[in-house]
């Protein structure tokens, strides 16, 4: 029995190169097809010896007339309705900020169950972010650095339980 994990945050804090990361050249034929919008793309994740099925919430990024607060809310729901587990990510350069507190809450609101990764995390100028982290009381943030592929085994093992 696999699982599906859930990449959720508010634009720009590294969902999508996690994805890619995870899925590797897997999608590259879905992600090439020009003027298709998809606003969750999903993938078969490979991590270590893991295997499992990745949604990024890609359609964050997309101008369309709906707010950016509604598709939020809209696209994080229906990942939570879709996934086992959801991964909660932020930027730890930036710290906690307005928007993040907006996720945390639909998160909770949808009692989703909810993996906390404080990304882009490569330098020690991360570190206060990082505790931030902790506030959200969403649980211990997960090191990470989707960029240069840091903290990948405390993700591994984050996800362990759930194979
Ligand atoms: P998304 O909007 O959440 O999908 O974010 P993207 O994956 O598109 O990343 C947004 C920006 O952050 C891009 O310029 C990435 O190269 C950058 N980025 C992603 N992960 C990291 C990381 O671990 N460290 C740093 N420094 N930059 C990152
Ligand atoms: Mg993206």
Known sequence: MSF????VGRPNVGKSTLFNRLVGKRLALVDDQPGVTRDLREGEARLGDL?????????????TDESLQGRMRRLTER??????VCLFILDAREGVTPADEVFADILRRKSAHVLL???????????????????????DPIRISAEHGEGMGDLHAALMPLA
Do not use: H, P, Q
């Not at 599906?4 to 990449?7: G, K, P, S, V, Y």
């Not at 295997?51 to 997309?62: M, N, S």
């Open 51 to 63: 295997r499992f099925t990745v949604i990024d919430t890609a359609g964050l990024e997309e101008a």
């Open 4 to 7: 599906t994990l859930a990449l």
């Open 79 to 84: 990942a939570v309705e879709m996934a086992d």
């Open 117 to 139: 990764a404080a990304n882009k995390a490569e330098s020690n100028a991360s570190d206060a972010g990082v505790y931030e982290a902790y506030g959200l009381g969403l649980g």
